[in-house]
Each structure stands twice: as structure tokens, then as C-alpha cells.
């Protein structure tokens, strides 16, 4: 695996979080307005932005982590119901007293106690503004004909932290909706076939959304080297590839 090192010293401290039972995971901090946010790459889909005194987690499975051994959630953001992504168990694990878990209608059949959000509806949660974005597949099918992400089931989210927009797309491919963002600072886009997207796909999805930095993620065994091929005579996109397959 090729990793691109462009890294812009004014937007990044790179640390590793050490947690109990032997858990290491990478942390990227970047600055914002209202104070720094940290983004911490627990695998596949799952992350973790710890920004000022709040914790929001995307998609927390237990394949990826101990999440009995981590830091309890204030928001937990769950981008659909297949189960890479909606782990009951360790959404209970996670949760406190006024912990806000934000899901589909779908997930919502499979985890009471929820909130759910549509395609396109905004809330503030825990002081954070959060839009849901739709997310589904435009070409990439089952066997049986069924797009792998059918439209109206999956969320994807933009966050934001102080002046910092965060996008964390879901599992998705380039959609007009995904293109029509502005504003998006921080992009988490999946390359995982046939699941979602093919590095083409990121890269005009990247082309159109124009983030500052790129985290390619959820890639499975994708080549995250073609990616950084396919956007550099992109000066204004630093393509970064954390541990997220």
C-alpha cells in the first residue's frame, strides 16, 4: 500500500491513542475555530471525533475495537442498517445517560431509542450542527439486479465542528447529492467494490466536493494508491490513507 505523505503542518498533529487492552489506534488533530477535533481511525467504517468535551462516534462495530474499553459517546451517528456498520451491542456499550444516537428509519426497526433522521433533514445534536446526506448506489447491483444500497435507506452525515465541515459519506457511491456539497473541509468517501466505489468514482466525487483533505475509507482491499494517482494534478486535495479497510 502506497502512502501519501503531503501533509500541510498548520492542519495536522498525528498521535497515536493508547487505550487499555492493548488498543492502538491512529489520531489525526486538525484546528478549528472553537478548538481542536481529533480524529481517531478505529477500521472499516468506524470513527471517532473527540472535540472539545464532546465524543461522536460513526458507525461503532465490534470488529473494529473494544468499545467496553473506550471513551462513552455523546453522539453516535449511524449510517445504515447492514451489519458493518449497526452493531446494537456496541451502541449500548457506548451509551450514557444523554448519549443521542442519529439513524435511518430502517435501523431504527432494529435499535430502540434512537432519533431518526431523513435524507436531507438537519439537526443540532449536543451543540453540533449535523445534516444527513443521502447515500446509495447508482450502478454497483446483487446478483439479483437490487442495488447493494438502495435510495432512502442510508445516511451519510456532514458534521460540523466549529469552521470545520466534516463529511463522512456512508456507503455510497458519487450521487448528485454528494456532488451538490459545498463548504466541506474534511471528506471520508468509501472505495470498497463492489459495495460502493470504484477510485474513478472517489476521485470525481473528490473533483466536484473539492475538500482540503481526503480520507479515503471502508476500502477493503482496494489499491488506495490508485486514488492518489487519480487526483494529482489536485493541489488543493491532500489525499490521506489511514488503517480503514
Same mark, same amino acid.
Request: aromatic share 6%; proline share 7%.
Given at each position: 500500500?502506497?502512502?501519501?505523505?503531503?501533509?500541510?503542518?498548520?492542519?495536522?498533529?498525528?498521535?497515536?491513542?493508547?487505550?487499555?487492552?492493548?488498543?492502538?489506534?491512529?489520531?489525526?488533530?486538525?484546528?478549528?475555530?472553537?478548538?481542536?477535533?481529533?480524529?481517531?481511525?478505529?477500521?472499516?467504517?468506524?470513527?471517532?471525533?473527540?472535540?472539545?468535551?464532546?465524543?461522536?462516534?460513526?458507525?461503532?462495530?465490534?470488529?473494529?475495537?473494544?468499545?467496553?474499553?473506550?471513551?462513552?459517546?455523546?453522539?453516535?451517528?449511524?449510517?445504515?442498517?447492514?451489519?458493518?456498520?449497526?452493531?446494537?451491542?456496541?451502541?449500548?456499550?457506548?451509551?450514557?445517560?444523554?448519549?443521542?444516537?442519529?439513524?435511518?428509519?430502517?435501523?431504527?426497526?432494529?435499535?430502540?431509542?434512537?432519533?431518526?433522521?431523513?435524507?436531507?433533514?438537519?439537526?443540532?445534536?449536543?451543540? !453540533? $450542527?449535523? /445534516?444527513?446526506? *443521502?447515500?446509495?448506489?447508482?450502478?454497483?447491483? +446483487?446478483?439479483?439486479?437490487?442495488?447493494?444500497?438502495? =435510495?432512502?435507506?442510508?445516511?451519510?452525515?456532514?458534521?460540523?465542528?466549529?469552521?470545520?465541515?466534516?463529511?463522512?459519506?456512508?456507503?455510497?457511491?458519487?450521487?448528485?447529492?454528494?456532488?451538490?456539497?459545498?463548504?466541506?473541509?474534511?471528506?471520508?468517501?468509501?472505495?470498497? !467494490? $463492489?459495495? /460502493?466505489?470504484? *477510485?474513478?468514482?472517489?476521485?470525481?466525487?473528490? +473533483?466536484?466536493?473539492?475538500?482540503?483533505?481526503?480520507? =479515503?475509507?471502508?476500502?477493503?482491499?482496494?489499491?488506495?494508491?490508485?486514488?492518489?494517482?487519480?487526483?494529482?494534478?489536485?493541489?488543493?486535495?491532500?489525499?490521506?490513507?489511514?488503517?480503514?479497510?
Amino acid at each position: 500500500m502506497k502512502i501519501h505523505h503531503c501533509i500541510i503542518p498548520a492542519l495536522v498533529i498525528l498521535s497515536v491513542v493508547m487505550l487499555p487492552a492493548k488498543q492502538d489506534f491512529l489520531t489525526d488533530t486538525l484546528p478549528t475555530t472553537a478548538g481542536d477535533l481529533s480524529i481517531t481511525f478505529l477500521g472499516h467504517g468506524t470513527l471517532m471525533f473527540a472535540f472539545n468535551d464532546k465524543v461522536v462516534y460513526v458507525d461503532p462495530v465490534a470488529r473494529v475495537a473494544d468499545f467496553s474499553d473506550m471513551a462513552p459517546a455523546d453522539v453516535i451517528l449511524i449510517t445504515h442498517h447492514h451489519g458493518d456498520h449497526l452493531d446494537p451491542a456496541s451502541i449500548r456499550q457506548l451509551q450514557k445517560e444523554h448519549t443521542r444516537v442519529i439513524l435511518t428509519a430502517t435501523c431504527a426497526e432494529r435499535f430502540a431509542g434512537g432519533t431518526v433522521m431523513a435524507n436531507g433533514a438537519d439537526q443540532v445534536v449536543h451543540g !453540533l $450542527p449535523v /445534516t444527513a446526506v *443521502p447515500a446509495y448506489n447508482l450502478v454497483h447491483k +446483487r446478483d439479483s439486479g437490487q442495488l447493494f444500497h438502495p =435510495p432512502d435507506e442510508g445516511n451519510g452525515y456532514v458534521i460540523t465542528f466549529g469552521d470545520l465541515r466534516v463529511y463522512v459519506a456512508g456507503d455510497t457511491e458519487n450521487t448528485p447529492e454528494m456532488k451538490a456539497l459545498e463548504g466541506i473541509d474534511v471528506a471520508f468517501l468509501p472505495m470498497n !467494490l $463492489p459495495y /460502493t466505489m470504484t *477510485p474513478e468514482m472517489v476521485a470525481d466525487a473528490a +473533483r466536484a466536493i473539492q475538500p482540503k483533505v481526503l480520507y =479515503p475509507y471502508h476500502y477493503g482491499n482496494t489499491d488506495t494508491a490508485e486514488i492518489v494517482v487519480l487526483l494529482k494534478d489536485q493541489a488543493g486535495i491532500e489525499v490521506r490513507i489511514r488503517a480503514l479497510q
